[in-house]
């Protein structure tokens, strides 16, 4: 392990992240588990790269069969890319008809700040202040953003966990819908010509807060009133991961671009952006956009085989199922243990937010990490995240079973016996 450790460090440079205290050296996957070097078998509660299961079998024989008959860059006619692209398109709402494809919730991203900057001639954008939308110099600016000038700007994170402490007495919904409508009136004000916003529906790495009901809707008729586009970051939120197609589903509102990315390929890098065909071509047009290693016959395979098995073995409703058995089953915990002040999510995303003390509901990243720590000691792997790092945050495989749920409630239920 230290071996392999030092080894990395050489390679990558040191300063590459690793994660828990004692990095997991695995060395395959299969569904729901993850199996290091050791023989150690983990319950897999995290990653939603592999959507549908770690080297599901369906997956991998689509897409060896793929590339071992061809697989090259798209200045080619092939249909197989055509036929994803017209499946995935068919999981959204119809205004959205047609896709960029790339390779990375980066250049998702990237392609749709492109579209809408393009589209509406502004060049003003709107995020939270703690979100994380990828690593390109332009996406990067997105990131944790801090600024009220130039022509990124943040909003504060919808928090109703804590929305009181700070304004006792108001209405959330009514707050954080005057910061949006401020932010795009100092754009106005300063000359800046507004293009649009760009949400994660659900929050995802501001920590899965608990949204006021209405407020992405309410948001996205004041993006469109002042001219803009409300761009949906669906790379944590979507496909499948709410036990809805797409996040903004339960949100209630449709957004006039979505970047897609994570979960598409199941491992295979595979990404998108959907808008409009008259904002799509108004893009192709003025970029030329070409990306190498995006609409291949090989991403085409993947992508395809993930639609397959999302549509016969029936997920989203078990991700529906079994991600309500898994906060129903977590609730109850709260009335025992006093860090554990709330349990949020939907579908198979689960937030448990960990405070130092519920009154003033100080966030406790150090406390999350130690249940972390705890739950990987017992062979199940989660991680801490959110704007403060409290939250211990599940995310596993969308064919996450019921039975599996149970078992990660037991193991959840002893790390709490044994806590200070
Ligand atoms: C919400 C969101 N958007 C975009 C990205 C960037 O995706 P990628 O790492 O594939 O570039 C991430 C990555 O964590 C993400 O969480």
Redesign the pocket.
């Given at each position: 392990m230290t071996d392999v450790k030092a080894r990395r460090d050489a390679v990558f440079g040191a300063g590459s992240t690793l994660f828990y205290d004692e990095p997991v050296h695995i060395v395959r996957g299969e569904g729901v588990y993850l199996y290091a070097a050791d023989g150690t078998r983990y319950l897999d509660m995290y990653n939603n790269v592999p959507s549908v299961g770690h080297c599901h079998p369906h997956v991998v024989e689509a897409v060896s069969k793929q590339i071992g008959t061809l697989n090259v860059h798209n200045r080619y006619l092939h249909e197989a890319i055509l036929e994803y692209g017209e499946r995935l398109l068919a999981t959204h709402h119809d205004g959205l008809a047609s896709v960029v494809f790339s390779c990375?919730?980066?250049?998702a991203?990237e392609v749709a700040l492109m579209m809408a900057r393009a589209a509406t001639g502004g060049q003003g954008i709107i995020c939270t202040d703690a979100a994380?939308?990828?690593?390109s110099t332009e996406v990067r600016r997105l990131n944790h953003c801090r600024s009220s000038t130039g022509d990124v700007r943040s909003v504060p994170f919808p928090d109703g966990f804590r929305f009181d402490l700070d304004h006792p007495g108001q209405d959330p919904l009514t707050c954080y819908l005057d910061q949006v409508q401020a932010v795009i009136d100092g754009f106005r004000n300063d000359g800046v010509d507004f293009a649009g916003l760009l949400f994660?529906p659900l929050f995802?790495?501001e920590g899965l807060p608990a949204i006021p009901d209405g407020f992405l809707p309410a948001v996205a008729e004041l993006v469109r009133r002042s001219g803009g586009l409300f761009i949906c970051?669906e790379?944590?939120a979507g496909l499948g991961r709410t036990g809805n197609w797409w996040g903004y589903e339960v949100q209630g509102f449709q957004p006039d671009i979505v970047s897609m990315?994570?979960p598409l390929g199941a491992g295979m890098p595979l990404?998108a952006t959907a808008g409009r065909r008259d904002l799509v071509e108004h893009f192709r047009k003025t970029f030329r956009y070409f990306n190498t290693f995006a609409a291949t016959p090989g991403q085409a395979a993947a992508g395809n085989a993930v639609l397959d098995v999302i549509e016969a073995e029936n997920v989203l409703n078990q991700v529906t199922t079994v991600g309500q058995q898994l906060r129903d089953g977590l609730r109850p915990f709260m009335g025992r243990c006093e860090p554990m002040a709330d349990v949020r999510g939907e579908g198979l995303f689960v937030s448990i937010e960990w405070v130092t003390d519920r009154r003033t509901r100080t966030p406790d990243a150090e406390g999350a990490i130690q249940v972390v720590e705890q739950l990987k000691a017992r062979g199940f792997l989660t991680s801490n995240a959110g704007a403060y790092r409290n939250i211990i945050k599940l995310r596993p495989p969308l064919v996450f079973s019921e039975a599996d749920a149970a078992q990660f409630l037991d193991a959840f239920e002893d790390v709490l016996d044994g806590l200070d």
């Open positions: 990375t919730g980066t250049e991203n994380y939308h990828g690593n994660c995802a790495n970051d790379v944590q990315g994570k990404a």
